[in-house]
Nanobody, 126 residues
Framework: VQLQASGGGLVQAGGSLRLSCAGS????????MAWFRQAAGKEREFVAA????????YYVDSVKGRFTISKDNAKNTLYLQMNSLKPEDTAIYYC????????????????????WGQGTLVTVSS
């Protein structure tokens, strides 16, 4: 499957953005999906993950209550709604997918994901 992330941009602190990740292929609906981010000079970190059928969602503590991950299998698209954005949310955001149902035990591990989008830049100004 190929993943294409979009929706990044420049926003003021307190603002909102919605990221999208369009997937190709017929098996997208069966993939556990996640969002990671990488700020300048830092390692890539887990942000949120969703089970293939949308039944379970997981978030890093720093975005809980502000970000919402969702998945529309009919449209082969993953979303990340980001509200109350902070300057520390500034990063390149990547979507990732795995077909082996790893979300329960390995959802925050970069190496657990087989497929990656190209990244979309989110910049939050103070």
């Amino acid at each position: 499957v190929q993943l294409q992330a979009s929706g990044g941009g420049l926003v003021q602190a307190g603002g909102s953005l919605r990221l999208s990740c369009a997937g190709s292929g017929r098996t997208f609906s069966t993939y556990d999906m996640a969002w990671f981010r990488q700020a300048a000079g830092k390692e890539r970190e887990f942000v949120a993950a969703i089970r293939w059928n949308g039944a379970d969602k997981y978030y890093v503590d720093s975005v809980k209550g502000r970000f919402t991950i969702s998945k529309d299998n009919a449209k082969n698209t993953l979303y990340l709604q980001m509200n109350s954005l902070k300057p520390e949310d500034t990063a390149i955001y990547y979507c990732a997918g795995n077909r082996n149902r790893i979300i329960t035990s390995r959802r925050s591990e970069i190496l657990a994901y087989e497929y990656w989008g190209q990244g979309t830049l989110v910049t939050v100004s103070s």
